[in-house]
């Protein structure tokens, strides 16, 4: 049995998702509201105790078992949910090696020490009185005592050594304070002091909630510079951390959105006036490792840039910067082209709009908190807002102009990953130019070559039954553990895209091309399936990355379990190799019409309870679901009986050759 397995073999999801919501009977299961979509006539929300899971028949129309509910819940990712639920289940996690242990214990020591660093500079601003300053600037900003206590704001005494004799007297030494930047040496004089003097600090806390350093602007009017970060340590990575990104995550999923601003401050203010779906980068240009924790939430990014970073030239400039280096750091605030990158790799939807000159995100809401959703609902798809904001100054009788602003912008249209939505800005920017598509297309500039493919992952060694899972102690399950027969069409294509990464986007392609959703994770009811696909995605978009042998240590050990499972199905033999693509589409469709008979069966079992319970409101309700479920089974055998006659056309063929 595996760890989840035999998680949820002692929990009852029922009983966990009581704790919750407010459950009702309804016939053999319980209904509720649901928790992610606003609903307050009729419940959708459904959890079913005979299969121990639950699905949403309103708007989210999503459903799983205990661990998606409480990763969709909290906002957690697996590796959260598997501590969280394994406490609840008295299940003792494999106990990992010394040195990942040695290395735990030495953060969370850090973690402690910071904690208690945003306390003691907390207190300070609160009752010090040096921070006298610090308590007026902040009441002229109008926050208010529960942003300042939610977000722990500080002060430092501007003092070179007071935050070192603090942390001194409570058994610290001068190496554990350097490594977490809150001292600073100075290599020619051998001297130490404290890094931040006589500023405002603000704890920057990862997206789990643990401070990992501190931001400090001063309150000098001459002070240089302005805001001063905690440098690079085992904790702290401006490019990986979102200030906020704890407290905004649920309100994040809740509006399917999530607001990128530059200032800690635009953050609180957002947050004090009810906007919480408002998270700051590091005062860097936005990088694919923020991207990638925001996508958890929502894949709609709206970066709101003030006037200085979203000008003409600073537009232009970064298009130049990004083609000059390609892969190389580029330390700009608004980068259009990684952008663009990022927005095909990760399937995300990437806008941009434009603060009022003058302003930012914090003088508009202090202002008129109305506003700010009117703004953020101006925002345009990156390469408009760039096209636009470059012809803004144009002089359209300058040829010259014309044709270099072309030259800029088409490498970032040939970046666009969708052929429609790039044929789309073709169009767009030949009408932008007042100049004929064919003419711009005739354009020569310089395109960035592709990444490296995902190199495969080595074969496992073992040779167990391919049908059973693999526990902890890897010895092979008995047969009452056995993962059921119907998850093997999953489970075979989950193999092979280990073995032959590039197989996934060629099955997506032919998803694509009869109207089908690629493969996501609602296509894999088991949990451990879901997080290989979502980390096989990882991989591909990371483009040049390490066979997944040597990042086994990254994962949780039951994924490693089950990708060693999983190699152990049965490979396809060279010659077979170019069909494979075509044989997978075909089994996505196979289990896909499954799931959505099972799902008929499903509402109409709870249309007939409904009935019986004078529940007219889900009858009505269902009734759509129904048709929609109807309408899909239609589609997928269209495609299924296209896909199949591309496939005896193609063996036909091969059996002439």
Not at 25 to 50: D, I, K, L
Not at 70 to 85: I, N, P, S, T, Y
Not at 297 to 305: G, N
Not at 502 to 528: C, G, K, S, Y
Request: hydrophobic residues 40%; glycine residues 4%.
């Amino acid at each position: 049995m595996s760890v989840t397995e035999e998680i949820k073999s002692r929990l009852d999801i029922v009983d966990y998702i009581g704790e919750n919501l407010q459950l009702r009977r309804s016939g053999r299961n319980y209904a509720a509201f649901c928790p992610f979509h606003s609903n307050t006539r009729t419940p959708a929300f459904y959890v079913f105790p005979e299969t121990q899971t639950w699905r949403c028949f309103g708007a989210c129309a999503e459903g799983g078992d205990i661990f998606s509910f409480v990763m969709k819940r909290q906002g957690w990712d697996f590796k959260e949910a598997l501590k969280h639920l394994a406490e609840r289940a008295g299940v003792e996690l494999e106990p990992q090696t010394p040195a990942v242990q040695q290395r735990q214990a030495a953060e969370e020591k850090q973690v402690q020490l910071l904690t208690a660093a945003a306390d003691y500079f907390h207190q300070l601003l609160l009752h010090a009185p040096q921070a006298a300053g610090a308590r007026d600037y902040l009441s002229k900003r109008a926050l208010n005592e529960e942003a300042i206590a939610t977000f722990k704001l500080g002060f430092a005494l501007n003092s070179w050594d007071a935050a070192r004799n603090h942390f001194s007297e409570q058994g610290y030494s001068d190496e554990e304070l350097l490594a977490v930047g809150l001292l600073t040496e100075n290599p020619d004089k051998g001297t130490r002091y404290d890094r931040f003097r006589g500023r405002l600090l603000f704890p920057i806390r990862d997206g789990n909630g643990r401070i990992v350093g501190f931001g400090a602007r001063t309150l000098d009017p001459n002070g240089i510079p302005k805001y001063l970060n905690s440098p690079q340590t085992d904790l702290f990575d401006k490019s990986a951390i979102l200030y906020g990104l704890d407290l905004a995550k649920r309100a994040i999923r809740q509006e399917r959105q999530v607001v990128i601003v530059e200032g800690y401050m635009d953050v609180i203010k957002a947050w004090q006036h009810g906007f919480h779906n408002v998270v700051a980068q590091m005062g860097t240009a936005l990088t694919e490792a923020q991207m990638q924790q925001l996508k958890r939430y929502s894949k709609r990014f709206v970066m709101a840039l003030d006037a200085d970073a979203a000008g003409a030239k600073a537009t232009l400039r970064s298009l130049d910067v990004a083609r000059e280096t390609l892969d190389q750091e580029v330390e700009i605030r608004f980068d259009a082209r990684g952008l663009v990158q990022h927005e095909g790799r990760l399937k995300a939807d990437i806008r941009i709009v434009t603060m009022p000159p003058g302003q930012d995100p914090d003088s508009i809401i202090r202002d008129d908190p109305a506003r700010w959703p009117a703004l953020i609902e101006q925002a345009k798809p990156v390469v408009a807002y760039v096209i636009d904001t470059a012809v803004a100054d144009l002089d359209f009788n300058d040829a010259k102009a014309k044709t270099a602003l072309a030259q800029q912008v088409i490498p970032l249209i040939k970046e666009i990953a969708e052929p429609v939505e790039r044929d789309h800005y073709w169009q767009y920017l030949a009408r932008a130019l007042r100049i004929e598509e064919r003419t711009l297309r005739q354009v020569q500039v310089a395109v960035k070559k592709p990444g490296r493919p995902l190199p495969p992952p080595p074969l496992s060694t073992a040779v167990p039954d391919p049908y059973e899972s693999y526990p902890r102690d890897g010895k092979p399950a008995s047969k009452a553990t056995k993962r059921p027969a119907r998850h093997l069409r999953e489970a075979n294509l989950l193999s092979q895209c280990l073995r032959y990464p590039q197989t996934l986007m060629a099955v997506n392609e032919r998803l694509l091309e009869q109207a089908q959703p690629p493969v996501n994770e609602q296509d894999f009811p088991i949990t451990e399936d879901r997080m290989i696909l979502h980390e096989l995605y990882q991989r591909l978009s990371a483009g040049s990355v390490a066979p997944i042998s040597e990042l086994w240590d990254s994962l949780e050990r039951s994924l490693v379990d089950r990708i060693q499972s999983l190699l152990t199905l049965p490979d396809v033999v060279e010659e077979e190799q170019e069909r494979l693509p075509d044989k997978l589409v075909l089994s996505v469709l196979d289990w896909r019409l499954s799931k959505a008979k099972q799902q008929v069966n499903e509402i109409k079992q709870l249309v007939r309870e409904a009935k019986e319970m004078a529940n007219h409101d889900f009858v009505d309700l269902s009734q759509q679901q129904l048709r929609d479920l109807l309408l899909l089974i239609l589609n997928l055998n269209k495609a299924k009986g296209a896909m199949s006659a591309v496939h005896r056309r193609q063996s036909e063929e091969n059996g002439r050759l």
